[in-house]
């Protein structure tokens, strides 16, 4: 009399909007990193826009031909990279891999050690 219908679990939902996040977020600041016109008379601008940390990853980046972490855009969920080619990378997770520790560094997030200690391996 009455069909189920089959229900999608969470971790489909999670995957999905993590692509959503990956497909969206990562082409929003691909597109306006260190985007500033280099007109001569805007001189100053364009000084400006290679102090920028994007711009200082990016020609890191070509010099050494591997891509690099841009430092400022590091969040507990997501890196921007610079690539040797002039492009950048975003990678975005759906739950905090990194915390920022006292000093201002980002460490990894370890979920197994807080089972470790309790003796469970």
């Known amino acids: 009399m009455f069909t189920r219908r089959p229900r999608h679990g969470w971790r489909q939902t999670v995957r999905s909007g993590a692509i959503a996040l990956t497909l969206?977020?990562?082409?929003?600041?691909?597109?306006?990193v260190g985007a500033t016109?280099?007109?001569?008379?805007?001189?100053?601008a364009s000084v400006t826009a290679d102090?920028?940390?994007e711009s200082?990853?990016?020609a890191l980046a070509a010099k050494t031909g591997e891509r690099v972490a841009v430092d400022a855009a590091t969040t507990e969920s997501s890196q921007v990279f610079a690539n040797p080619d002039g492009t950048f990378t975003q990678e975005m997770n759906a739950a905090p891999v990194r915390a920022r520790?006292?000093?201002?560094?980002?460490a990894p997030i370890d979920g197994w050690s807080r089972w470790r200690t309790r003796g469970v391996s």
């Open 56 to 58: 200082e990853a990016s």
């Open 101 to 106: 520790k006292d000093d201002g560094t980002w």
């Open 51 to 53: 102090s920028t940390p």
């Open 24 to 32: 969206l977020g990562g082409a929003v600041p691909a597109a306006g």
């Open 37 to 44: 016109p280099a007109l001569a008379e805007d001189a100053a």
